[in-house]
C-alpha cells in the first residue's frame, strides 16, 4: 500500500498569505483581487435596491433605512475600496505596457530588477489614493456629525 506524505502545515492561515515572503506588489495584487469582488458585490446590491423602486419601495429617500450610521461607514469602504482599486489597476496598465519595466538587457549576474522603476509608481499610486482616503474620511466625518 502506498504511504501518504505529510507536508508541515504549521503556519495555517498565515502560510497562506505567505507572512511575509512575498514582495508589496503580490500583497496589493490580493487587495487589488478582493477589491474587485467587493465593488462587484456593491454593483449588484445596487441594481437590486435601484429595481425595487418599481415596486414602489423607497430605501434611499430621507430618514429611511440606508440613511443610517453603519450605511455611511459602509459608503466610505465602497469609495476607499474604489480608489485604491482605481489607481492600482492604472498602476498595473502601466506595468504591463512596459512603461515601468524598462528595456530588456542581458542577464548579467548580479541581476538587476525593474523594482527600482515599479516602486515609485507604487509610491505614487499609493499616495493618490491616501489623498482621496483622506477626502473621503472627511465627508463620513461630516456625514456622521449631522
Same mark, same amino acid.
Given at each position: 500500500m502506498a504511504e501518504?506524505? %505529510?507536508f508541515d502545515n504549521r503556519l495555517g492561515i498565515l502560510g497562506w498569505l505567505g507572512k511575509g515572503k512575498w514582495g508589496l506588489e503580490r500583497y496589493l495584487y490580493i487587495l487589488h483581487r478582493l477589491t474587485g469582488l467587493a465593488i462587484l458585490f456593491y =454593483?449588484?446590491? /445596487? &441594481?437590486? #435596491?435601484?429595481s425595487l423602486r418599481a415596486y414602489g419601495?423607497?430605501?434611499?429617500? +430621507?430618514?429611511?433605512f440606508f /440613511? @443610517? $450610521?453603519?450605511? %455611511? &461607514?459602509?459608503?466610505?469602504l465602497v469609495f476607499a475600496a474604489f480608489a485604491f /482599486?482605481? =489607481?492600482?489597476g492604472l498602476r498595473l496598465v502601466f506595468v +504591463?505596457?512596459?512603461? *515601468? #519595466?524598462g528595456k530588456p538587457i542581458e542577464p548579467i549576474f548580479p541581476y538587476e530588477t525593474c523594482i527600482s522603476? @515599479? %516602486? $515609485?509608481?507604487? #509610491?505614487v499610486m499609493m499616495l493618490?489614493? *491616501? #489623498?482621496? =482616503?483622506?477626502?473621503?474620511g472627511y465627508e463620513l466625518i461630516m456625514a456622521l456629525g449631522r
Amino acid at each position: 500500500m502506498a504511504e501518504f506524505t %505529510r507536508f508541515d502545515n504549521r503556519l495555517g492561515i498565515l502560510g497562506w498569505l505567505g507572512k511575509g515572503k512575498w514582495g508589496l506588489e503580490r500583497y496589493l495584487y490580493i487587495l487589488h483581487r478582493l477589491t474587485g469582488l467587493a465593488i462587484l458585490f456593491y =454593483f449588484m446590491m /445596487h &441594481i437590486f #435596491v435601484t429595481s425595487l423602486r418599481a415596486y414602489g419601495i423607497y430605501l434611499w429617500t +430621507e430618514g429611511n433605512f440606508f /440613511h @443610517q $450610521p453603519i450605511f %455611511r &461607514i459602509g459608503e466610505f469602504l465602497v469609495f476607499a475600496a474604489f480608489a485604491f /482599486h482605481a =489607481f492600482n489597476g492604472l498602476r498595473l496598465v502601466f506595468v +504591463e505596457l512596459g512603461f *515601468a #519595466v524598462g528595456k530588456p538587457i542581458e542577464p548579467i549576474f548580479p541581476y538587476e530588477t525593474c523594482i527600482s522603476k @515599479q %516602486r $515609485p509608481l507604487l #509610491v505614487v499610486m499609493m499616495l493618490l489614493s *491616501a #489623498v482621496l =482616503f483622506a477626502m473621503g474620511g472627511y465627508e463620513l466625518i461630516m456625514a456622521l456629525g449631522r
